[in-house]
């Protein structure tokens, strides 16, 4: 045990995910040690996240005003959405380049066994976004587990109906993989999504 | 100073178990129950299952009927190999109904189960309850009634369901008194008692026995009083809920 505010700091830090109390004290003496102005932009930036981010209204992606960059960027496309589970999942996608349409964030996905029903998700402002007919696709790019299949499969039913259309991303073989140590729902999926090879 | 014959010892086990709940753990890891054949309930931890070149892929998803081999730690056991027997949750992921049912099957066994005490008669209706999701040929809702109810029997709490819970008779059932233990007669129903039609209680009856030709015939209403009788009665005898009952859907 330290004395007081150097113990309040190794607490503070024991807090976080994946620091354990030995972590949380090499942590705190690096900062002990640290020159004072790094230190204090490291605060500063921590303050300002707390005060500035919020949740995009429509989209409720991360965002510092009423709408995200990605519903504010006029170039995206309006009739494509892609829906996933948290706001790590858009930088994702993103990353890839391949995508130009606009997202929506579940915040998080159906699972009865936590107690997390679809009222708990963001459902009801999806339904709202599709109401007035101008989406032409969904993709369902929820996570590729069983919570996320779940809720793929309950969106699915819930917006067939509307007579858009609803894809779901691709799974199967990872690149760089051997065959022989894929499980048999990867390589049954990847079976089932093979392609045409036109050479 | 251990001798060098016992360093070599490792406390390796092989079992076989249907996956009840798998939870995040660090990074890319999860700690995974399952309910195992001959140790019982067991948490392990599954390192590096979360990433996309897992060598475990799907194999530790929720429902899946998995050959493991285990290394025993004081603290968590640690998965080191597994194989599949029988997925049961991809059928199931792409039906909802039969998927909430499914769950609040694991759920109710994860609840009923003690680790690392054995439990296979637990663990012989789990595997048969899941393969009669799956094959579809009843009502799910059904069929997680029926679990539900052999789970409660498994337990030693079977509802009396054609005598009286107190006097043992077997005419004029007119209540079921869940402190009671079951139906109960009219000179010792006991105040707010619920009043089932006596069609519920022979439903309930059918699907403690596995008389699935009675249980198909039931009428809807009988089947929706039946649900709620026995969610009632498991939660009283777990003193404590079953989060995933509340979001079963009936078809």
Redesign the interface.
Known sequence: MYEGVVQNLIDELGRLP?VGPKSAQRIAFHLLAADPADVLRLSQALIEVKEKVRFCKTCGNVAEEELCRICRDPRRDENVICVVEESKDVVAIEKTREFRGKYHVLGGA?S????V?PEDLRIRELMQRLADGAVTELILATDP??EG??TA??LA?LVKPMGLTVTRLASGL?V??DLE??????L?RAFEGRRLLDV | MVPYGRMSVVSLYRDEGIVL?TQKL??ADRIVTILTRRTGRVRAAAKGVRK??S?????L???THVDVQLYERRSLDLITQAE?IR?Y??PL????PR??AG??M??TTEKLTEEKEPALRQFLLLVGGLRTLVDGSHEPRLVLDAFLLRSLSVAGWAPALDECARCGSRGGLRGFAIASGGAVCGTCRPPGSASPAPQTLELMLALLRGEWTVADESETRHRVECSGLVAAYLQWHLEHGI??L???ERV
């Not at chain 2, 060598?55 to 194999?59: L, M, P, V």
């Open positions: 994946g159906i009865p066994i936590e107690g029903g587990n069983l299949e779940a499969t309950y039913r990872p760089g993989g140590y894929a499980d048999e729902v990867t049954g | 709940r660090g990074e996309t070149k060598r475990f892929g799907a194999r998803e929720p429902f599949t997925p949750g991809e992921v792409s039906d909802y998927y909430t769950t609040a694991l759920e989060r995933s509340k979001h079963v």
